[in-house]
């Protein structure tokens, strides 16, 4: 006797975060497993994979690509039990309708069939990742050996596909594209991912349509830092973990912050939501996937050691699309290291509202400054970089930017001394 449950997302999931389906990884009449991934979400902040919460038969598909879902929402339906009356080969056959939902696009599909998974094989069920990175290298599932459970394919296993076939063409496009043109000239039109079009709104209504911005830039000599550093390096290596400019940076903007505690605040209509706990989000680019910014909680109680431990434990993740809403939830206050890249100085914008300010951290680069040497003005060098504090001017004004930026600079600078 079968027994249908309706499939929704689990109680939780989102956070309260907006989400759009993007793709079912099972077709109708797919059997899965409890744990199997059955489809994928993608909200502004990151891609997720929901699971089966039963052994059974997908039945219906309810909510198709592209539909804004909640926690309310009925995605689909689960067969629980024995097999219903449909036969096997309408099995198979729903199982490679599977390709349709999870290829790349329709010419792709065309020529890069996916052979029927035998009974038990999960060879068609693939995640974000793995999806990425046959999109980003165009390649073919088929041809690459699964390790995974059921031969499901893992990243590790595409990321070895490559390494051993590092002579071959590879495509540098991340997302499906089709020629078009613009007034005569020849372009590629490149779909917007849900999290790009997600971005492109919140960064819009919050500049324009929330708070008014103000940026205050100070000029941080890192030469303190780079010492304790080199000290310290050696011991974090050997644990495992990268010792990074960014979580000196955190655990500053902490300190900074205890100073000045307005800065971790929340505006609202009738007051200031000034907080005790100081969670910090540290922008992380997903390269032209997008951005998004996992938060570390309580820096206020953390030591360097922790924080350089959990920030490469995040950032891990965060490129391997493992990240849920849950790890970018609560922030407080963000820091934009926007100097990895290249940028000398920047004013960001505040990414999460209804945060007030969002510290920017420019390139390290070595300078001829002048200093006092034995009582004599000399040119050195030394090494510098730029950082700013853009604010919202509803809740702070520049004698808080300023203080804030005083005691952030003064920690770098007389860092171990």
């Given at each position: ?26 077709g ?31 039945g ?11 926690e309310k ?6 067969n ?9 080969a ?49 390649l ?32 540098q ?30 960064m ?93 909680k ?27 809403p ?35 951290i ?26 700013s ?29």
């Open positions: 006797m079968n027994e249908s449950m309706m499939i929704t997302l689990p109680v939780g999931a989102l956070e309260g975060t907006a989400a759009v389906l993007s793709t079912w990884l099972v109708e009449g797919d059997h899965v497993k409890k744990g199997d991934p059955i489809l994928e979400l993608e909200t502004d902040k990151v891609s997720m994979e929901v699971c089966a919460e039963n052994d059974g038969a997908i219906k598909i309810v909510a198709k690509s592209g539909d804004n879902v909640d929402t009925i995605l689909g339906y689960l629980c039990g024995e097999q219903s009356a449909v036969d096997k309408e099995v198979d056959k729903a199982s490679l309708q599977v390709t349709n939902d999870t290829s790349l696009s329709e010419p792709e599909a065309a020529s890069d069939q996916w052979d029927a998974p035998k009974e038990g094989s999960k060879r068609h069920l693939i995640g974000p990742a793995v999806r990425k990175l046959l999109r980003k290298y165009d073919n599932l088929s041809s690459i050996e699964g390790t995974g459970k059921g031969g499901r394919v893992t990243r590790d296993d595409i990321l070895a596909f490559i390494d051993a076939q590092a002579d071959s063409e590879q495509s496009s991340d997302a499906p594209i089709s020629s078009a043109k613009t007034e005569g000239l020849k372009s590629k039109l490149v779909p917007h991912t849900a999290m790009r079009k997600k971005i492109a709104n919140h819009v209504d919050s500049l324009l349509h929330t708070s008014p911005h103000v940026t205050s830039v100070f000029e941080m000599d890192m030469g303190a830092v780079i010492e304790h550093r080199k000290l310290c390096k050696m011991g974090f290596d050997e644990a495992g973990v990268k010792l990074t400019f960014t979580a000196y940076f955190v655990v500053a903007a902490a300190q900074a912050i205890q100073k000045v505690p307005s800065i971790n605040s929340r505006f609202h209509e009738e007051s200031l939501e000034v907080l005790e706990d100081i969670n910090i989000g540290v922008g992380t680019a997903l390269g032209d996937d997008g951005l998004v910014v996992p938060v570390i309580q820096v206020q109680m953390k030591k360097l050691f922790e924080v350089a431990t959990l920030l490469q434990q995040q950032t891990e993740r965060a490129r391997q699309g493992k990240l849920t849950a790890d970018m939830k609560e922030g407080t206050f963000t820091i934009s290291n926007h100097g990895v890249s290249g940028s000398l100085l920047a004013a960001p914008i505040i990414i999460n509202q209804p945060q007030v300010a969002i510290l920017g420019g390139k390290l680069e070595k300078r001829v400054v002048v200093e006092e040497v034995d009582g004599q003005d000399a040119m050195v060098i030394r090494p510098k970089c730029y950082v504090l853009s604010i919202d001017h509803r809740a702070l004004d520049a004698y808080q930017a300023n203080a804030f930026l005083s005691h952030f600079v003064e920690t770098i600078e007389q860092w171990g001394k």
